[in-house]
């Protein structure tokens, strides 16, 4: 059986300075974690996601390692997850985005081995995102451009006040920059979304439109910037607010200096799609013959973000990756997960730090209970109860390094506060590949 | 294995750098090094390579390509579609699987390197603040030694630093930077002009003496102040230059400037095709060649060197750290566009490009790239590139190749383009062949000096054992797409196109000293303006799979 030990209880005070917290896109890397006795007993400055994150992690006290629901040894679960993995004729690979991108890569690399499918919890939230960028292009800059330069901030279908609540004050609205050296006083805040969120009170002006009206919406203000005319009653009617609030808007997007528009699932998974995030994307261009003005998604996850680099420079395809010919090919909804298992066509996976048990289709769910499948997680999870094997695994950045890509693309390395006696997914999918390249005959690196 | 002895025997062997041109010798290998012949006689090689009747060569440098970091990752992510009907990259039992297109994934690129014979590639482009991100990549870019170019020529700290006239804060900021990012080199892509883009619609700098908002400084002090610096700092590469007016009728003139600007201080001049134009601003009727002009002042100048950045025909991907090149290609060209904006001050354009043989712009700039080569007298100053993928990939290097030593090829393809390119070009009249020792100097020897890269583009003793083998053809672009034989710190990693094994490769990075006492400035700075903490900035060895320090000069 894994032995999960707990290091001995000292007493002592540790301080970890300039941590970094993986709970969402923002990835502050500026916390002091207070670390006694293998717990965080003070989170400075983390937000109350990230001090929930942090103070409420405890070391799990199970098995490092269970087959069918009983305690076995790591090495018998890395002999067994090799086997599940190769032993299927259309194995899938999934979750990543709460794993740094070492242990991406790995996982990347066993997907290669066995001609597997990669698909990340992109192409559940941001995946939209990506596809509408290979349709128009996107124009952006990272957060801290946002701080120096930006004087017109807007959110659309993004409520960051309870999604990443450090946002306002780390990036976006309070900070003082280069540029805007009176902080929020030298910005203008404009959020647009379907129903009035905990975010709306940091808005200057708020815009609430039809639900699944964001396409005529953007559609809208793509005209007004463009200088076409538009039919009042028909705006009004389309987009539930008034052509008059559109050409204002339309009117402050072309004045500003330097404008941000963040954008979030309330564009991506509703009505429209990519659609949706295409129209932001040309907006967001058309508006640069005017002044500059970029886009940025409001990712999710930790390190969502690195999952799509990853897979991408090692595919060339960022999510939704098939390699059952031996080479990679990419198609969202014939090679996304929740797709793939949802027709009943994967025989064989692994998830890695996600939970599609508790979050995909019945269909999709009911699939993946039929088939063998590996889980990595931290805690226990509804996925890890239905694994033939499931791995107890460190938590990254708590307990493990690596890298994480913030939600601007920007890499930022990770800080543990102290060991876990569980080992880290990396650890894990690296004994895995060591023994499915051993089955498959791969002498390379 | 350390105490394996490889020789191999009875090659045609160029190394320029050694005086050898052409002479039927040895070489013998051990620990990944080239050592010289055993005294002892009963000494015996573990392997011998049969290498008589073939042509050997140091391996390829390739020092001025974007094969990694955010730019790379996101052409890759936005052209899905070039891939699917592009060549395929299968697994194999030594190889990962990849995709092509003009910008192929990390594995790919290190494979078709492999396969041309090349063992080590500079990206030339990598933004401070995804340093990090540029070696995690390279550490999944096997088969090749690699380095990057940091850029700074938009930087603020910079440009602070030139505007206050402290000297010293710059030496130690580019001394700090390039330690901290592990970088090889300072870039300067469009000094000035990217910060400009940033702060208006359409903004730029449009000449050596314009003044960048905020900073009051100009191209000229930039190019200037990060040359003189990088000399103090004995930098092996002092400092990569894109110049500003990339791609614009008449910008010859801004390139002349550049080259007076470097003051006798040594300075690289990088994919100068795009910059040797001459016309009217905006007007393509009036577009020419400058090249006789500009290659004058290069063959006068010893401080300058250049790569040509060829043109080929075909499609491609535009991908700069020039943010306003980018959005005016894009304008020009129509297609989806990507602008990124990075603190630490770096700007990024990209956008699908095609090139026509029948497009006087495009036939000019193809005809302009083979004149430089033929036009620079001494052809260790002049370095082949496509500035991968911006002018054509890097898989069209035979081709270039084949162009530069057949004129009769070379005047073939010029018959196809636009007929008005011969009047406004020399090409036409340019009747120079390179010889093979020529090109084993614009391919690996020149290169590797002008990297400062002791070890590299030669086969002397104590050279790394970086070799490529060629059989002799007369279709000279056959000649180099299918080396014979590879290989990589001795080890044979590829035969006739079949890849035997696929080591990691080295990262090559410098590590200036500088002044603690003015980090401090630098932390002050970070700390106020940037959006990730100064202690997590660095990036530490554990990035890289085996790392070389390559000392000053």
Redesign the interface.
Known sequence: MASATTPPETGELKIVKDATCTFCGCVCDDIDLSVQDNQIVKAQRACVLGKAWFLNHDIEDRPSCLIEGQPATLEEGYDRAAQILTGGRYPIIYGLSDSPCEAQRVAVGIADWIDGTIDTTTSVCHGPSGMAVQGVGEVTCTLGEVMNRGDLIMFWGSNPAESHPRHFTRYSLMPKGMFTPNGRKDRTCVIVDVRKTKSAKAADHFIQIKPRRDFEALWTLRALVNGVELEADEVGRQTGVELAVWQDLAERMKSCRFGVVFFGMGLTMTRGKHCNTEALLALTRDLNAHTRFVAKPNRGHGNVTGADNVVAWRTGYSFGVNHARGYPRFNPGEYTTSDVLARGEADSAMMIACDPMANFSEPARAHLRKIPYVALDAKETPTTRSAAVAFTVATYGINTGGTVYRLDDVPIPLRPAFPSPHPSDQEVLTQIERRVRAIKGIRGQ | MADSLLKIAGGTIYDPANGVSGQVADLWVSGGRIVAPPTDPEVRPSRVIDASGLVVMPGGIDMHCHI?G?K???A??????E??RDE????????????M?S??????TGYKYAGLGYTTAFDAAIPP??A??AH??FD?T?CLDKGFYLLMGNN?YVMRSIQENEPQKLDTFIAWLLSSAKGFAPKLVNPGGVEV???????NVHGLDDLVD?FEVTPRQIIAQVAQSAGRLNLPHPVHIHCNNLGMPGNWTTTLETMKALEGHRGHLTHIQFHSYGGGEGDENTFNSKVTELAEYVNTHENITIDVGQVLFGETTSMTGDGPLG?FL?NVYG??????????ESGCG??PIKYKNKSLVHGLQWAIGLEWYLQVEDPWRVVMSTDHPNGGSFLAYPQIVRFLMDRTYRQDVLKTCHPRIRDRSSLADLDREYTLEEIAIITRAGPARILGLKNKGHLGVGADADITIYTPHENKETMFELPRMVFKSGNLIVEQGEMR????GRTLHVQPNYDNELEKDIQEWFES?????Y??YPV?ESYMHEPEVVPSN
Do not use: C
């Open positions: 990694a955010p790379v990752n996101i890759r992510k936005m052209r899905p579609e891939k699917r395929v990259i299968p697994r194999t039992t030594v190889t990962h699987s990849g995709t297109g910008v192929p994934s990390t594995f790919a603040l995804a990090r991100h995690e990549e999944d096997p603020h883009w940033k702060t208006r619609q359409g903004g905020y959005y894009s297609g989806k566009w990507f602008s990124g904006d990075t603190e630490m990209i956008t094994e696929a080591p990691m303006y940037y959006s990730i903490r202690r997590n530490s």
